[in-house]
């Protein structure tokens, strides 16, 4: 009876940590994707000091989760006895993801270092040189979307975050450490979602504001004569926007 | 997680891209409120989008700037486009700057090319299925079909894609609107570039990768001196010519093949690359039938583009085999062969060349003069791959002085030129071009190709000979040796002869083309087998038994049947070298004369049927009566003169190995 109980835990206890470590996943991704959307204002006209705080503020984050989740993921893995099959696919499937992730973070680590380097912001002169991308909001959505994310499975960690050069030396040798330890082909682990399937997956509360969206980016099309508006037509007029193009 | 190179140590310098450096100094300028360009803002439907600038602008700042025309400024801002650092707003899949009104817009330093990593296929899925989720599956036909194989190669790590694409779309939204906007125009014109739809030509077109970044500063170590100094040493020692000359000679070249550079003329019917149909390349394949009227007109310009062109070089051997010289091309392919081919065999492959070409008295005798012959047997000692170098130049001018001239003027070549076809100019429309895309798909295999190419060989070569200039009549190989392997016991003789793929047809003919050693008679009776005496006139044997009779005084001779035979075996050339004998022009032998017997002595032919065969016969000796002895003793004088072909180099060497 004990020890029936026991294994009832343990299996508990596991079920917990692997839905642990997807939740951790999922706000790696985001914390990756709010990165990536401030590293594309970085060099242009919106970047400055504030932005790169900002940033180094996601980094940081990002740093956080990443040794979190490692944390946890590792002994799931280690511990090789205990699973069922399709745990061990599950548990897997969330290592070569979590791969993924970290790569994609080195990645974009590398970009930003090296446009902090081409665009260092000392003086005046620095910000003439930024590039007039033709962005005017700022960031501020992002950053918030990016504090949003939930870490309440992270313990509190007391760790420094680390220098950006030092992070990217730091995410290698882990990436490094973690193809070493657990041998997992890769090859092995499947998708969960058909091709295809996210475009159905997309509520459509969101539909009417993407089509003028589109328009606005297609709709760019200037009439040949010297005007330098776009098309005059009220939105959401596909119409108008065909007569757009044709005038 | 990515597949990683395990030769990739991060060396991923790609040469092109070293202009990149040198492109964003431009776009810095580009950028300074006083004296970059400028710009004005956008205005939209519902809003109002800064930073807008148009081509014209552009241009013409460029033009200031580096004090060049209008043209260059062109194709230099279209440069700045095809790389991506400006992108257009209207038309966004032609990647040229318009100069006119028409709108650009400079991207963001995020989306720059960077020459030190490729862009990831892994990007391009999240982009594709943030595109998918955007547009609820109305993506192109090209998307479609990068989506479909993507998810095919990253299906292990197709969760995170998605996972990354909705929460990258959803930090996306979370910007203004007219940001939105422009982060998509950025994004979507950084894919153009970087995975151009089918028709759209980017710059991102790069050569092989290098180990050594060509952007880095070299440091100016001694190491970097001495070289400077040797470059310099160098071009002060090199041959000049007067600049009227070379550009001339440019000049002439550039007008000559305007019209044959796909580049600068539209290929006839379209440029495969660009318009993705295969007719042009089926119709220029190495063997077609009727070749098209551009390549023709290629063979006129000059020898050289003739015999590079291996059509052009299948007419040309037709035209001499009418012409019964077409030694001369079988020796310079056969040169050509010896040049290019494996080290190995180089070295028969130099025999097989001299004894079918230089001996005296070789069948396919090609007409040097003495001292390049001289200096090619004297160097035929050491072989090496350029050993043959002076004859091939000599007689490459020699068929280009003579035969070329009057090839060009001949009926076989005027009938080519006649059935030449000159195809029409496709007119593609964009869908068709789609669909042609579409269609596209591999070739043959090089495996099959090469194994197609040595088939159409081996036919050639057993399909007979290319010279007919013997009175005998038979002049078709006989491809079994068997017959003369005669009642002596010796080493197996292969009866399967193999066909060296390294050798070429050329040699493997041996019929005798020299008019010179024209000593056949056709099937003479008996009577006239007593001209055979010490000046030895070449007699025909017609009997089978004849030469049976008189192969096996051969033997007895002492001269090892299976090597004879086998040496003179075009088809066998690994036993040909061990104990073949030419006599070598040297003197070394004394035995010279008298020179027409040896001669004759030495068209030995294997694959003549026997009827043809000369051998030094003596008159006395025609029927076989045991005269062993008498055959020796009277032979003592035409003893050396039953040698084999010697290479005059193999007096040196010692024998090889029974092959």
């Known amino acids: ?247 | 997680m990515t597949i990683r190179n395990v030769r990739d140590h991060g060396q991923r310098y790609r040469p092109r891209m070293e202009c990149l450096k040198k492109v964003e100094a431009v776009m810095l300028e580009m950028q300074d409120p006083k004296t970059g360009v400028k710009s004005q803002p956008q205005r939209l439907v519902i809003t109002t989008i800064p930073h807008v600038i148009t081509g014209e602008d552009i241009v013409t700042w460029l033009a200031n700037r580096y004090s060049i025309e209008k043209e260059e400024a062109c194709s230099l801002g279209t440069m700045l486009v095809a790389f991506g650092y400006i992108y257009p707003i209207q038309d966004h899949k032609r990647l040229v700057i318009k100069p006119d009104a028409s709108l650009y817009r400079f991207q963001t330093p995020y989306f720059w090319p960077a020459q030190q990593w490729p862009v990831e296929d892994t990007d391009y899925a999240i982009y594709l299925a943030k595109r998918n989720i955007r547009k609820k599956g109305m993506l192109e036909m090209h998307e479609q079909e990068q989506y479909n194989s993507l998810h095919k190669w990253m299906n292990h790590k197709w969760d995170f894609i998605v996972m990354q694409a909705k929460e990258q779309y959803r930090a996306g939204k979370e910007r203004k609107k007219p940001d939105r906007v422009v982060f998509d125009c950025q994004e979507r014109a950084y894919w153009v570039v970087h995975r151009p739809p089918p028709g759209t030509i980017s710059a991102m077109d790069y050569g092989l990768e290098r180990m050594v970044d060509p952007n880095t500063e070299e440091k100016q170590t001694s190491d970097y001196f001495r070289r400077i100094i040797i470059f310099t040493q160098q071009s002060i020692m090199r041959p000049r010519v007067k600049s009227s000359v070379s550009i001339g000679a440019l000049v002439k070249y550039s007008i000559t093949y305007y019209k044959h550079d796909p580049f600068l003329t539209p290929c006839l019917p379209s440029n495969s690359w660009v318009t993705d149909d295969v007719t042009f390349w089926m119709l220029n394949m190495t063997n077609v039938e009727t070749p098209t009227k551009m390549r023709v007109e290629r063979w006129t310009f000059s020898f050289g583009e003739l015999l590079s062109d291996p059509r052009g070089r299948a007419d040309f051997r037709l035209f001499l085999k009418k012409e019964f010289s077409g030694e001369n091309l079988a020796f310079w392919e056969a040169c050509e062969d010896l040049k290019w081919g494996t080290a190995a065999t180089m070295n028969e492959k130099a025999q097989q060349i001299y004894k079918t070409f230089l001996a005296r008295g070789a069948p396919r005798w090609i007409n040097i003069d003495g001292k390049t012959m001289e200096v090619t047997v004297k160097s035929l000692k050491h072989p090496h791959r350029y050993v043959l170098d002076a004859a091939q130049t000599h007689i490459f001018m020699l068929m280009k002085k003579d035969s070329y001239g009057r090839y060009l003027k001949s009926p076989v070549f005027k009938d080519t030129q006649k059935r030449a076809i000159d195809p029409n100019p496709h007119r593609f429309s964009v869908t068709q071009l789609e669909a042609n895309a579409r269609k596209r798909r591999p070739s043959l295999s090089p495996i099959i190709v090469r194994q197609q190419e040595e088939e159409e060989r081996a036919r050639m070569a057993t399909s007979g000979p290319v010279d007919i200039t013997q009175l005998c009549r038979f002049t078709a190989p006989v491809p079994h040796l068997a017959v003369y392997s005669g009642p002596l016991s010796s080493p197996p003789f292969p009866i399967c002869l193999p066909h060296t793929p390294a050798c070429p047809s050329p040699i493997s003919v041996t019929i005798d083309s020299t008019p010179s050693d024209r000593r056949w008679e056709d099937g003479g009776g008996a009577g006239e087998r007593e001209a055979v005496d010490q000046e030895g006139r070449g007699m025909a044997v017609s009997s089978r038994s004849r030469v049976a009779l008189s192969l096996g005084r051969l033997l007895r001779r002492g001269c090892n049947p299976s090597t004879v035979f086998a040496s003179l075996s075009p088809k066998c050339p690994a036993p040909a070298g061990t104990s073949s004998r030419v006599q070598p022009i040297s003197t070394d032998q004394t035995i010279q004369a008298p020179p027409r017997s040896i001669a004759n002595f030495f068209q030995i032919k294997v694959d003549i049927p026997p009827e043809c065969r000369i051998y030094p016969i003596d008159s006395e000796d025609e029927e076989e009566s045991g005269g062993a002895s008498k055959g020796i003793g009277g032979e003592g004088e035409t003893e050396g003169q039953v040698k084999e072909i010697i290479c005059p180099w193999e007096c040196l060497t010692p024998h090889q190995g029974a092959g």
Not at chain 1, 144 to 161: H, K, R
């Open chain 1, 1 to 247: 009876m004990n020890r029936w109980q026991k294994s009832v835990d343990e299996i508990q206890t596991r079920k917990r940590q692997v839905k642990e470590c997807e939740r951790a996943l999922e706000s790696l991704s985001k914390v990756i994707a709010c990165f990536q959307q401030m590293a594309t204002s970085v060099g242009s006209n919106l970047d400055g000091s504030f932005l790169r705080e900002e940033m180094d503020k996601t980094r940081a984050f990002a740093h956080r989760i990443c040794t979190g989740l490692h944390k946890k993921l590792v002994p799931l893995l280690t511990r090789e006895m205990e699973h069922g099959p399709e745990e061990r696919e599950q548990v897997e499937r969330l290592w070569v993801l979590f791969l993924t992730g970290l790569e994609q973070l080195q990645q974009d680590l590398y970009k930003f270092s090296e446009l902090i380097d081409r665009f260092p912001l000392r003086g005046r002169n620095d910000h003439h040189s930024l590039v007039k991308t033709g962005s005017s909001g700022g960031v501020s959505g992002v950053i918030a979307l990016a504090a949003a994310i939930q870490t309440s499975w992270l313990a509190v960690e007391g760790e420094q975050s680390p220098d950006l050069k030092m992070h990217i030396t730091q995410i290698d040798s882990l990436i490094k450490e973690m193809l070493q330890k657990v041998s997992i082909p890769f090859w092995t682990v499947e998708a969960t979602q058909e091709a295809w399937a996210e475009a159905a997956q997309s509520s459509d509360a969101v539909q009417d504001q993407d089509e003028s969206l589109e328009d606005m980016m297609e709709v760019d099309v200037v009439s040949q004569d010297a005007k330098m508006s776009g098309c005059c037509h009220p939105t959401n007029c596909k119409l108008g926007c065909m007569l757009c193009l044709f005038t």
